[in-house]
């Protein structure tokens, strides 16, 4: 797996995740309950951001969590210990090299980890195997074609364009929520029910303006501003135009809209 | 109100609002059904493509439907006549010149209409006026930078910018949608309750991509070529390719996604 860009890591990104989990996870995980007994593996599970919710919402389930980062199973570890959560098992691991053998989970779980491969179709094939016959893979992607905001500005556009570009530059797509059904037909996958998952913060909803617009996205794009400027995409000034412009939608009346995407297959 | 360019012209024009109509109706309007005795204002009803579930969905109201279009106007009645509701009139009138007193409505209805619009909050701040206190003002609009689809194309994006560009020319934002909320403010109305309406059409929702992403959506696109051609938007091949470009998310592997919004606001 490439490292040239994936989230999740550095402080202020960990804080970012956490916050986002918070606001997040009732719109993308209430759903999402594992039947006491089952077997749940967590592919990617970064500093367990989406694991908390996951586990502690499934107490009966054991949920077994890889990744190929060890400090982020370190953080992940953490922090579901410091939650008294007790169903969970970390494993170092590649998403192209899994220790477990075909059928070995009844359901599995993959969250933000798409969108940063290069192969996406070929992970999902990888993990639709490990699922037995009548359990299930849920996906979770966002998409940032899905972003839309007033007061409208091709300088925040231009900043959430340099995220975009960074990622595929490292081989992923920001945009990959609308194809998760797409790419699982071409997995050899079963049909999928997917479900938009949307976003919609204004002066009405002063928790997802704090949560999602200013502390959620703001934060992602502001955290690549380095990166977007060591790699020419921006100039300091422009950027930082595009970073108020996306704060000034967090105002009374300002707006702010995402998509994320939801699939779940159940396997033959 | 500016003829230059308004839906609802033309024989193929109404069979793709009475396709959509529909095909959204469910979507849009499941939970606007007014009280018995109430007086309900449907401000430009056009052909009568809402009027027909909004007056069979509460059939103890009395819908009072205006257009400045005696022709729509005629189409309107008819339709509504044929599928039975007697619980209407009909009044040709100008959103700028309304006959009416204020506070004459229990409640106030208006879809896919300020999207044509110069001057959307002006009219708003009429139509709130027509509400007695304690009644609502219910506000429909789509949105065409909601649009997403798989495969993305460049051809399918210029088709869709001919469109906005010749509503922004007649004076109208075919954007308008993700703006309701900061609108109604500006417009003077307690906040409203702003909930977006995500149309998801993929080959797991045939009756979506037949009837959203085929015989609305991609119709209304193929409804402005001749404008846009004569506007100089566009050439005939390049239309054509954009117009393959959204039938091809219509493919079993293809997804096509857009966002209404609705507001509703209780008059104070």
Known sequence: MSHAYVHGYGHREQERLHDQARTLSELLHHDTRYPTGSRVLEAGCGTGAQTLTIAAQSPGA???????????????????????????????????????????????????????????????????????????????????????????????????????????????????????????????????????RFVYADASRPAWVDGFTRKTFTAMIEGVKDEALAAGLSTPAAFDDGLRALQRTAEPDGVFCYTFFKAVVQVA
Request: proline letters at 5%; charged letters at 20%; one cysteine or more.
């Open 62 to 196: 054991h949920v077994t969590c890889i990744d190929i980062s060890a400090e982020s199973l370190a953080h992940a570890r953490e922090r579901t210990a410091a939650a008294g959560l007790r169903n969970l098992s970390f494993q170092q691991a590649d998403l192209r090299a899994l220790p477990f053998d075909a059928a070995s989970f009844d359901h599995v779980f993959v969250c933000f980890v798409l969108e940063h491969l290069p192969d996406p179709v070929d992970v999902l094939r990888t993990l639709l195997r490990l699922v037995r016959p009548g359990g299930t893979l849920t996906v979770i992607e966002g998409d940032h074609g899905s972003v839309m905001f007033h007061p409208e500005s091709a300088a925040a556009r231009h900043t959430i364009d340099c995220q975009v570009q960074l990622q595929a530059r490292a081989g992923g797509d920001a945009c990959i929520g609308r194809r998760l059904q797409p790419l699982l037909r071409a997995a050899g996958a079963a049909q999928a029910v997917v479900s938009p």
